[in-house]
């Protein structure tokens, strides 16, 4: 099964990918992850694609790619995988249409989670990632049972530069312009499920598991 997890960024994509990958026993695939492991490590990529994190844009698509292409052709997603915020443009979105075909595969489906603007902004605002496991965390919403410690594996959780409000407003323009189009494009290829993910994560996950259990594999 390949799934695209779409959606804006807070939308939760993140919180679900973890969920759905322990029930699918499926790798999750979620290019910031990737990005932000580069970050940590300071590699030549990592240092292209941190000025554009900083300022809330995208990383150039064909650094993006690159980075993808090399983490999907890993023995692990042999069997498929949970894509979280990868593609993001057209032009990834094509990409990885090539690059499914070069493996004799295809995409499953597409699940776009909808979610305002203005609750996507209270959920970055008060978002907490683990340092350790990329486990994300809500002060209000989904907090630790220890406070500032994640559950699963006891990292210390921080929040990250980005999810400051300049940035958070700059990411939301750029999602609108130029990762919204995508909800068109999959629609048209018959692959487009949409989710309201405007409410609990366990009703999200619910939701989301029954639609994904009605696809072909
Ligand atoms: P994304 O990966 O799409 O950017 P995350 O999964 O990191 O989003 O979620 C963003 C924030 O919102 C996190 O702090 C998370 O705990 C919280 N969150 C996720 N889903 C929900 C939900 N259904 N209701 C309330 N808060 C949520
Ligand atoms: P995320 O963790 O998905 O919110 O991504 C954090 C940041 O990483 C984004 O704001 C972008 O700068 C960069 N990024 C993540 N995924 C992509 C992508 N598919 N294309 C371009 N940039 C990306």
Do not use: W
Request: glycine share 6%.
């Amino acid at each position: 099964m390949y799934l695209i997890l779409l959606g804006p960024p807070g939308s939760g994509k993140g919180t679900q990918a973890e969920r759905l990958c322990k029930q699918l026993d499926l790798p999750h695939v979620a290019s910031g992850d990737l990005f932000r492991d580069h970050l940590k490590r300071e590699t030549d990529l990592g240092n292209l694609a941190r000025s554009y994190i900083d300022k809330g844009q995208l990383v150039p698509d064909d650094a993006t790619i690159a980075m993808i292409k090399e983490r999907l052709s890993r023995s692990d997603c042999r069997g498929g995988t949970i894509l979280d915020g990868f593609p993001r443009t057209q032009a990834q979105a094509e990409a990885l249409d090539s690059f499914l075909q070069e493996l004799g595969q295809q995409l499953t489906g597409v699940l776009f989670i909808a979610v305002p603007d203005d609750v996507l902004i209270e959920r970055l605002s008060g978002r907490r990632i683990c340092r350790k496991c990329q486990t994300p965390y809500h002060i209000l919403f989904s907090p630790p049972r220890e406070a500032q410690t994640c559950d699963l594996c006891a990292g210390d959780l921080y929040q990250r530069d980005d999810d400051q409000p300049e940035t958070i407003k700059a990411r939301l323009d750029v999602y609108h312009k130029q990762t919204a189009p995508l909800i068109k494009f999959y629609k048209a290829a018959n692959l487009l499920h949409e989710v309201d993910g405007n409410m609990d994560i366990d009703q999200v996950t619910d939701t989301m598991l029954t639609i994904i259990r009605s696809l072909r594999p």
